[in-house]
T-cell receptor
């Protein structure tokens, strides 16, 4: 069965500091991974997906199949990055997203 | 387009009652998925419907059921409510079913409280 693990419930960093939100997964098939974000009082929305290999709002994530990880990184945190971040694994048998428990990122001055 | 809409916003029920939650997908989206999010947890997959057919089901008891209508809107029904059913219920829509796209568009959710 697939599983997504986000070991940190809360990550607090100073503005301008680097950010790394950890995500590990277990899945026997070929993984498709995503990061979703939920800003305060807003709905859950897609931040980025590994197949696009894109950078969104300065965030990047690299899929490491050897370590079964998909960590989210940003070199310089901004106040507006404060939000709840969910790592999610997509399995194509259903349009099913398996979410981690989420990490709250708090960026302070 | 207002995006995915859900109704009602909040709902309070008592144990043993039945509840129906509604979802309207983004115009043109044919797939609707339902998720349950308990406080402090990530969303957990309940159902996925595409073209009015169930295409996926998570590990939820038979008290949970859903359906999709010809206009692609959807209802989630929960019978014999338990205290543990208290959660935020999220609906998400996507263009198609399957494939490598993976992006789902979420609604604001319905907050269900069971007393």
């Amino acid at each position: 069965a697939q599983r997504v693990t986000q070991p940190e419930k809360l990550l607090s960093v100073f503005k301008g500091a680097p950010v790394e939100l950890k995500c590990n997964y277990s899945y026997s098939g070929s993984p498709e991974l995503f990061w979703y974000v939920q800003y305060s009082r807003q709905r859950l929305q897609l931040l980025l997906r590994h197949i696009s290999r894109e950078s969104i709002k300065g965030f990047t994530a690299d899929l490491n199949k050897g370590e079964t990880s998909f960590h989210l990184k940003k070199p310089f945190a901004q106040e507006e990055d404060s939000a709840m971040y969910y790592c999610a694994l997509y399995t194509g048998t259903a349009s099913k997203l398996t979410f981690g428990t989420g990490t709250r990122l708090q960026v302070t001055l | 387009d207002a995006g995915v809409t859900q109704s009602p916003t909040h709902l309070i029920k008592t144990r043993g009652q039945h509840v129906t939650l509604r979802c309207s997908p983004i115009s043109g989206h044919k797939s609707v998925s339902w998720y349950q999010q308990v406080l402090g947890q990530g969303p957990q997959f309940i159902f996925q419907y595409y073209e009015k057919e169930e295409r996926g089901r998570g590990n939820f008891p038979d008290r949970f059921s859903a359906r999709q209508f010809p206009n692609y809107s959807s209802e989630l029904n929960v019978n014999a409510l338990l205290l543990g059913d208290s959660a935020l219920y999220l609906c998400a829509s996507s263009l198609e079913y399957g494939g490598a796209w993976g992006e789902q568009f979420f609604g604001p959710g319905t907050r269900l409280t069971v007393l």
